[in-house]
């Protein structure tokens, strides 16, 4: 397994990210998404698709011109005019993809594995006597014959290439095979690092790009939000937090921003945010039963896996049908109004009947006006 800052997050926000279906990214957003990852630690950029035309040539030209520490690499097809494409563009890194599966050989290419094996040697000889770092990626690698990917990465290694993308392009893998399939890649060919790239079909992007990692690839793709095409790919934030938290693999990257970004992102992609989204839904720090609320109240590490301040988020009481007086209290005592005990129970009652008939939680001001409102009544009794 993978140890501390072994692992390089390339981050497709700009390529598959905008991919997603009804996505665009102005050159403003992208120059912006480009910096803010870069400005957290993210170790390479996957910043377009030369061969879409001029308009993306010219934004990946002007992404190349900001010079960030952060490696630009561009996705292209295994064909040498479109490395050509990346080349113009200024770039020292191309991801060149070939459809890996039999499925997608045979019914989508109408070719065999023999004329994949020479699409390869072709394009990846090309892209090296250009001096370019090279992923080889292996579009639907999850469906394909584990020894012919064995084929395929004895010849990325053979002609220089610097690793292979092992691709769930259908996003229908589980973490087990993952687990399996990464360490079997892994000790047939060593010598060439293992990048893995996975969607969201099935709900598991993140486990699965995790699962990879734990096998011993060495890159993972992400994008902020969990955006790409259909259900999306793992999401950076889950991915990075998820390392960390779960599997104690610190990535080097800043997580601070990670609430900030999500927003910059969820507006741009015109994709709003859930509040439950995991990290950075701005409720996933929200407590409202009773028993939960006591218990952070107490010691938030009672009901919460790590520091909201992490990934640039706050915690809350929340008050409505569950609510306890604990809670209730607290919520109260940051209005400023200390309650006691045996004013908590009757103002409760309240409270949740008032929840209830909203059918939401309670704001600020309705706490404040129920409070005011039955004051000297409850006061009395």
């Known amino acids: 397994m993978n140890s501390s800052h072994d692992i390089i997050i390339d981050d497709t926000t700009l390529r598959d990210g905008e991919q997603t279906a009804g996505v665009v990214f102005s050159k403003r957003e992208k120059i912006a998404i480009a910096r803010m990852l870069d400005s957290i630690g993210v170790g390479e950029i996957e910043c377009g698709i030369p061969a879409m035309g001029a308009e993306e040539q010219s934004g990946i030209r002007d992404l190349v011109d900001l010079g960030l520490n952060a490696r630009l690499i561009t996705w292209n097809r295994a064909l040498v005019p479109e490395i050509e494409a990346s080349i113009a563009c200024g770039v020292q890194a191309v991801d060149i993809s070939l459809s890996v599966s039999d499925q997608m050989i045979v019914n989508k290419l109408r ?58 392009t259908l996003g229908i893998m589980d973490p087990f095979t993952m687990f399996d399939k990464v ?34 690839a ?81 010691d938030p590490r009672n009901y919460e896996g790590f520091d909201p301040a992490e990934v640039g988020l706050t915690r809350s009481i929340v008050i409505g049908k569950h609510s306890g007086t604990g809670g209730l209290i607290e919520r109260y005592r940051g209005l400023g109004i200390t309650v006691g005990r045996k004013l908590a129970e009757p103002l409760l009652e309240l409270a949740r009947a008032s929840a209830c008939s909203r059918k939401r939680d309670l704001s600020n001001r309705e706490l404040m006006n129920i409070y005011l409102e039955n004051e000297t009544l409850l006061k009395a009794a």
């Open 218 to 298: 060495k890159f993972v793709n992400t994008t902020i939000n969990g955006l790409g095409e259909r259900a999306g790919n793992a999401a950076l934030e889950e991915v990075v937090m998820g390392l960390k938290h779960a599997c104690g693999i610190e990535t080097g990257i800043d997580t601070h921003r990670f609430r900030e970004m999500s927003l910059f992102v969820a507006k741009a992609s015109d994709r709003p945010l859930s509040v439950s989204k995991p990290v950075v839904g701005s409720r996933v720090f929200a407590h409202e039963s009773g028993l939960h609320a006591d218990g952070v109240i107490k």
């Open 111 to 168: 070719k065999d594995r023999n004329a994949v094996k020479e699409q390869l040697k072709v394009a990846l000889g090309f892209a090296k006597q250009h001096n370019l770092y090279v992923s080889v990626g292996g579009e639907d690698a999850s469906r394909a014959d584990l020894a012919f990917l064995v084929e395929l990465m004895e010849i990325t290694r053979s002609l220089g290439g610097d690793r292979f993308r092992f691709c769930d």
């Open 183 to 216: 360490t079997f890649l892994r000790q047939a060919v060593p010598e060439v690092d293992i990048e893995v790239h996975t969607h969201n079909d099935l709900g598991m992007a993140t486990a699965n790009a995790i699962a990879g990692i734990r096998a011993g």
